[in-house]
């Protein structure tokens, strides 16, 4: 696992081509605002159903050769992706972040087949403290190579990075599980999927509420800059509240998801959830430094406490066969919001900005207490065998590393 996150680190730090993809599209490729605007919203569609739908390749075919081929397909697309008329951006980019959102659900299953059960909130911590500490390093280095050299270098600095990834992953990871089993006949599925989650009500309420909730976590990136713009403060408040949102997280998550790892899970998800919405509830009276830092303070500690959790949770009530779908479900829900944050969020505070931020409280809130509410629903766990291989879905228990 450690191996995996050192790897996750490399490829998060030159992952930076979607920060400034706006910007290059609107800028050397000439496009008017509306196009990159299409543009960028039909990556997204690409990248959730990658991420809705890569587990169910890791299931079937082995999440290391779903990570493998996932990450191929993406540098790829990346190292030409500059040369490309913008006709053909059209089918490049959301095939590109299809592919990246095949990576993303398999590293996810990859990490919740790899470590035990009750150390899955301190893997997930990891993998998140490895993604988010290269994030943090990349946007600064984006900026130095777009600085030196042009834009289009990103995408091949992007796509030469994403397929070393791919070469130390292959090397990295067993590419054979220690033990093997036969994969039940209908696993791969539609119909037994289904009944896996009817059998796990609790789960579903679970992703319902992170779907919920990710629209209105996702305001931070749309429409809280233009807000903050709006009441006269500059791009340099806001970045400074995304750097007090990313320090926090590298500071605390790990010893949180240590410290709280005996919690109940749908506890804490619940109480991350309630706290995502007291943040927007600051903003109702109105914009100051002190209500925006509040609401930062609130974002970050409500996703300490939700994120790491929920994906451990999927991940320990997953039956083995559908470990990767079960995981591709969360990645999709936890990431929705990148799609539908921007265009619903704009639209009401175009109609009526007054509204936003009340909504965002009592949507975030509802999304809590259901959660706290699906405690008493059954969520699985009884009878569950142990996650499967990275190859074949046969149980195993460690990943190399």
Not at 53 to 75: E, I, K, M, P
Not at 239 to 246: E, F, K, M, S
Request: aromatic fraction near 10%.
């Amino acid at each position: 696992m450690r191996l995996l996150c050192c790897g996750i680190f490399f490829n998060a730090v030159v992952s930076f081509t979607f920060i400034y993809l706006f910007v290059w599209l609107t800028g050397p490729r000439g496009l008017t605002v509306a196009q990159a605007g299409l543009l960028g919203g039909i990556g997204g569609i690409g990248l959730v159903a990658g991420n809705f739908t890569g587990g169910w390749f890791g299931d079937v075919y082995g999440h290391r050769r779903a990570l493998l081929a996932g990450a191929a397909v993406s540098g790829s697309i990346l190292c030409v992706v500059a040369l490309l008329p913008v006709a053909a951006l059209y089918v490049a980019l959301p095939l590109a972040q299809y592919a990246a959102g095949v990576v993303r659900s398999a590293n996810s299953a990859l990490i919740a087949v790899g470590v035990a059960e009750g150390s899955r909130r301190q893997g997930f911590a990891v993998m998140r403290f490895a993604s988010n500490a290269g994030f943090t390093v990349g946007p600064p280095l984006g900026a130095l190579v777009a600085a030196r050299f042009s834009y289009g270098w990103l995408f091949v600095a992007d796509g030469i990075a994403t397929l070393l990834f791919a070469v130390y992953a292959a090397r990295v990871l067993p590419g054979h599980g220690a033990a093997r089993a036969p994969r039940p006949p209908s696993a791969a599925g539609a119909p037994r999927l289904r009944a896996e989650l009817r059998a796990r009500p609790a789960v579903l309420v679970l992703l319902a509420a992170i779907v919920c909730v990710d629209l209105v976590y996702r305001q931070q990136y749309s429409t809280l800059p233009v807000f903050l713009g709006d009441h006269g403060f500059d791009a340099r408040v806001y970045g400074w509240l995304i750097a007090i949102n990313g320090g926090v997280i590298l500071c605390l998550e790990l010893p949180a998801a240590h410290a709280l790892r005996r919690r109940a899970p749908l506890s804490m998800i619940g109480a991350g959830l309630l706290l995502v919405g007291l943040g927007y509830l600051a903003l109702v009276p109105g914009a100051s430094l002190g209500t925006a830092i509040a609401l930062m303070v609130s974002l970050t500690f409500g996703e300490i406490l939700y994120k790491t959790t929920a994906t451990a949770y999927v991940a320990d009530r997953a039956p083995a066969h559908a470990q990767g779908r079960f995981q591709s479900l969360y990645a999709g829900a936890s990431i929705s919001g990148q799609v539908l944050a921007p265009p619903l969020g704009g639209a009401l505070y175009t109609a009526a900005p007054g509204l936003l931020w009340p909504l965002c409280a009592v949507l975030a809130a509802l999304a809590g207490l259901a959660v706290l509410w699906a405690r008493r629903l059954p969520d699985g766990v009884a009878g569950r065998d142990t996650g499967p291989s990275l190859e074949t879905g046969s149980p195993r228990r460690a990943v190399a590393g």
